[in-house]
């Protein structure tokens, strides 16, 4: 034990004078996102959830503690998080923290919120994992009360594996304060607030009891589907996943992604909501869940190689717009000019306005029911 002191007291009076040891924790937490400044997609600090930090101008004006190429995205930006980017924006973050640079000597790389367009977070994840109906209070959502308490009692007895499936990134993908388009002649679009675990290392046939270590962090993300099917008649009539999840902004991400050491345990202190035009429709805790998020990262590594920035999203609540058009007087799909509202506690909210497509050259749309000029064989 001697030696060992003697060792840390050599090495600190050996240190040049006026070098001070980095900081290993920022004096306020910080989220990251994607903004467009200037007039180009660039990754961004924010504080408070109401100041953008351009990462790139604060690393060439901030003093060098750590030197550390910009990250290209937010891609590049999660591979090298714990390869000297965390540590230079902890100095970033205490530099802005010192002699109140965040309120009355603000430098020109922080940005107010409301100044910048704030951008989907991750420009594109590779793969989108969402579960389907893994929350008790989603199954049978649509049927007697008597008929979802057989429904979920007999899923409690026998959980088996997770459902996922894959969403689209480009074209999906949306950022907050984009618009979620209803394609032309369809009348079935649905709501579905979900928590997005964005992952930071490669993962292959990860075990649920360290699935935690290879998450990056946290994001708000809402499964937008149409209910409507496909046509009748040809191969696999009724449901299809495809025309469900695939359409054109569809998959609502963001405002920001918080690092994990920000927000916790998401299996204790989870809570998403969404609202339709200001009416709570959706309100979920984690203990709802049927797989952990855990268990999901298990099973999607198992079947496919997850790697840095693709995202799972944690499957939704009762609440939405198919169960409760069939189970409460006066719910309805969504309608263009309405605004979602998603948000998760400790991460933050996306406010989607609604809009309808208008219509395509001949009229053809997506040639899906009930669009009148379907081409019949």
Same mark, same amino acid.
């Given at each position: 034990? +001697?030696?060992?002191?003697?060792?840390? /007291? @050599?090495?600190?009076?050996?240190?040049?004078?006026?070098?001070?040891?980095?900081?290993?924790?920022?004096?306020?937490?910080?989220?990251?996102?994607?903004?467009?400044?200037?007039k180009a997609p660039a990754v961004g600090l924010v504080l408070r959830d109401s100041l953008i930090v351009d990462i790139n101008a604060a690393n060439?004006? @901030?003093?060098?503690?750590?030197?550390?190429?910009?990250?290209?995205?937010?891609?590049?930006?999660?591979e090298r998080y714990d390869a000297g980017l965390r540590t230079r924006f902890v100095e970033i973050v205490n530099y802005l923290a010192a002699n109140n640079r965040l309120t009355t000597a603000r430098p020109a790389f922080v940005h107010d919120v409301k100044s910048v367009k704030t951008m989907a977070p991750i420009l594109y994840p590779s793969k989108i994992l969402n579960a389907a109906v893994n929350f008790y209070s989603h199954v049978n959502e649509a049927g007697t009360p008597e008929e979802q308490a057989a429904a979920r009692r007999q899923r409690r007895e026998q959980r088996g594996v997770p459902y996922l499936f894959l969403k689209?990134?480009?074209?999906?993908?949306?950022?907050?304060?984009?618009?979620?388009?209803?394609?032309?002649?369809?009348?079935?679009?649905d709501w579905e607030?979900?928590?997005?675990?964005?992952?930071?290392?490669?993962?292959?046939?990860?075990?649920?009891?360290?699935?935690?270590?290879?998450?990056?962090?946290?994001?708000?993300?809402?499964?937008?589907?149409?209910?409507?099917?496909r046509p009748p008649g040809g191969y696999g009539s009724g449901s299809d996943w495809f025309v469900g999840k695939g359409h054109d902004t569809f998959a609502p991400q963001g405002p920001w992604i918080v690092p994990k050491e920000f927000y916790g345990d998401p299996m204790q202190n989870l809570r998403q909501t969404l609202s339709v035009g200001g009416k709570l429709l959706q309100e979920a805790r984690a203990g709802d869940m049927i797989h952990s998020l855990w268990? /999901?990262?298990?099973?999607?590594?198992?079947?496919?190689?997850?790697?840095?920035?693709?995202?799972i999203n944690n499957g939704t609540s009762g609440g939405t717009a198919a169960g409760s058009?069939?189970? +409460?007087?006066?719910?309805?799909?969504?309608?263009?000019?309405?605004?979602?509202?998603?948000?998760?506690?400790?991460?933050?909210?996306?406010r989607m306005p609604v809009v309808g497509e208008a219509q395509?050259?001949?009229?053809?749309?997506?040639?899906?029911?009930? @669009?009148a000029s379907y081409r019949k064989p």
């Open positions: 034990m +001697r030696l060992i002191s003697a060792i840390v /007291l @050599v090495l600190t009076l050996a240190m040049p004078a006026g070098v001070a040891q980095t900081p290993s924790k920022p004096a306020e937490p910080y989220k990251v996102g994607t903004f467009e400044i200037n060439t004006a @901030v003093p060098a503690g750590t030197k550390v190429a910009t990250p290209r995205d937010m891609i590049d930006l999660i689209p990134g480009r074209g999906a993908v949306v950022g907050n304060g984009d618009n979620v388009v209803i394609p032309w002649g369809r009348d079935r679009i607030v979900e928590l997005g675990a964005v992952i930071g290392r490669t993962a292959k046939y990860v075990d649920a009891k360290s699935a935690q270590d290879f998450v990056f962090g946290y994001t708000v993300t809402i499964d937008v589907s149409d209910r409507g099917g268990e /999901l990262i298990e099973y999607g590594s198992s079947i496919v190689t997850l790697f840095p920035g693709d995202v058009a069939q189970t +409460r007087t006066g719910s309805r799909f969504l309608k263009p000019g309405e605004v979602l509202e998603a948000s998760i506690d400790g991460i933050g909210t996306l395509p050259p001949g009229g053809t749309g997506a040639r899906l029911p009930p @669009v």
